[in-house]
């Protein structure tokens, strides 16, 4: 069983599709999906659900954070906020954690004692938006625009695909599927470069998997 923690926020609305993809899945039972939509009820009932998954399970979570906080759903009249603190993390003791969400690479390296040493996957900064390309000199200096971030988005949602189609359908390890996350990256850089003559994209992809930890 993958639970799938995905809270409803329109700027990630692009990973929908991903939903679509193991819809199959999700309808038998291999994949559950845990929603938190943008309201006070949802988060808490989000929670409860978070905190009622049982060791030794596999979970993803698709949304935004920072080095300290994963957030919960928005929308235009409600703003997200904290689903989970650094200090709440011993809520994924004994648990396999992939963490699809900017700057969570940083939170799992904080974590890691309290989530009893398990295994992790995270993540730098993922921008999902122009404003974003600002917070980081490497990726300023690169002059993103608006088409990059689309085809930034697309390209994520290609390798978190493929990834969570390897947690399905595999009995690779988490060091032998971060691996392949590695190779997979490196392939859309390779594309981009070679076939789609982008070297921004190409890039951002690059420090997109230097930033990946794995523990």
């Known amino acids: 069983m993958i639970y799938l923690i995905y809270p409803k926020d329109p700027t990630t609305s692009f990973l929908d599709i991903l939903l679509d993809n193991f819809s199959s899945s999700i309808s038998e039972g291999k994949v559950q999906v845990l929603n938190c939509e943008a309201s006070d009820d949802s988060y808490s009932v989000a929670k409860k659900n978070i905190q009622a998954i049982p060791d030794d399970s596999k979970i993803i979570f698709m949304g935004h954070g920072t080095p300290s906080i994963l957030y919960g759903g928005a929308s235009q009249t409600f703003v997200k906020k904290s689903l989970i603190k650094s200090s709440d993390m011993d ?5 396999t954690l992939i963490l699809m969400s900017c700057y969570s690479a940083s939170l799992l390296k904080s974590s890691r004692r309290i989530r009893n040493y398990s ?97």
């Open 91 to 95: 809520t994924f003791k004994n648990k």
């Open 119 to 215: 295994d992790s996957i995270g993540f730098g900064l993922l921008p999902s938006d122009l404003s974003e390309t600002t917070v980081k000199s490497n990726v300023e200096k690169l002059k993103l625009n608006e088409s990059d971030i689309k085809n930034y988005q697309q390209c994520l949602v290609d390798i978190f695909s493929k990834l969570i189609d390897l947690l399905l359908n595999t009995t690779n390890t988490t060091e032998q599927i971060v691996n392949k996350l590695r190779l997979l990256i490196n392939t859309n850089i390779n594309t981009n470069i070679l076939e789609a003559d982008n070297t921004k994209l190409a890039s951002l992809l690059y420090f997109t998997n230097v930033d990946i930890h794995y523990d």
